[in-house]
């Protein structure tokens, strides 16, 4: 996981509480990535920033948001979060192929 | 139809064994190919990339693609209990904006000693 760092690495939330994901990355990357990963379902894509200033959705946004704050750090945010939202989260930059971060579990009652 | 697809397994070998993890493709723009390792409760690794027709080798992996099949292959060779994880096939399009990647939902690989 050298280069990609995750804060925090777990987290209990209460249903409605909200709570923003910390991604930084000292590899120089333009792209970065948010993915949740849940038993059976393998990696779907939160969001991706291909570039400094633009985030696009990808598979699964609902309940998200996202900030490209620069080019090392992108953050994601639940602004309300619910029991379905109890998950895996990764974060990944992009050179040659993705390198992903150590993750962080969210437990959401 | 996903657009990458695994078998969930899980796929049981002895020690010693070579292990086959397989991969399909359904979309023909697909430029490069990625196999990732997954150890329970740790984040992707990524061991393998492949982006032309034929095979390469790295120590005991094999990675096989064959574009026209549109199939991308991994062979594990004297498999060690170590190598039991999980395994991600990626593909990436090339008109991908970002190098955003299609992960398949991954093969459970279990090495009996």
């Known amino acids: 996981n050298a280069g990609v760092t995750q804060t925090p690495k777990f987290q209990v939330l209460k249903t409605g509480q909200s709570m923003t994901l910390q991604c930084a990355q000292d590899m120089n990357h333009n792209s970065m990535y948010w993915y949740r990963q849940d038993p059976g379902m393998g990696l779907r894509l939160i969001y991706y920033?291909?570039?400094?200033?633009?985030?696009d959705k990808g598979e699964v946004p609902n309940g998200y948001n996202v900030s490209r704050l620069n080019k090392r750090e992108f953050s994601l945010r639940l602004e309300s979060a619910a029991p379905s939202q109890t998950s895996v989260y990764f974060c990944?930059?992009?050179?040659?192929?993705?390198?992903f971060g150590p993750g962080t579990r969210l437990t959401v009652l | 139809q996903k657009e990458v697809e695994q078998n969930s397994g899980p796929l049981s070998v002895p020690e010693g064994a070579i292990a086959s993890l397989n991969c399909t493709y359904s979309?023909?723009?697909?430029?490069?190919f990625f196999w990732y390792r997954q150890y329970s409760g740790k984040s992707p690794e990524l061991i393998m990339s492949?982006?032309?027709?034929g095979d390469k080798e790295d120590g005991r992996f094999t990675a096989q693609l064959n574009k026209a099949s549109q199939y991308v292959s991994l062979l594990i060779r004297d498999s060690q209990p170590s190598d039991s994880a999980t395994y991600l096939c990626a593909a990436r399009l090339i008109y991908n904006q970002g190098g955003k990647l299609i992960f398949g939902q991954g093969t459970e690989l279990s090495v009996k000693p």
């Open positions: 979309d023909r723009g697909s430029q490069s």
């Open positions: 990944a930059c992009y050179l040659d192929t993705q390198y």
């Open positions: 492949i982006y032309s027709n």
């Open positions: 920033s291909a570039s400094e200033g633009t985030t």
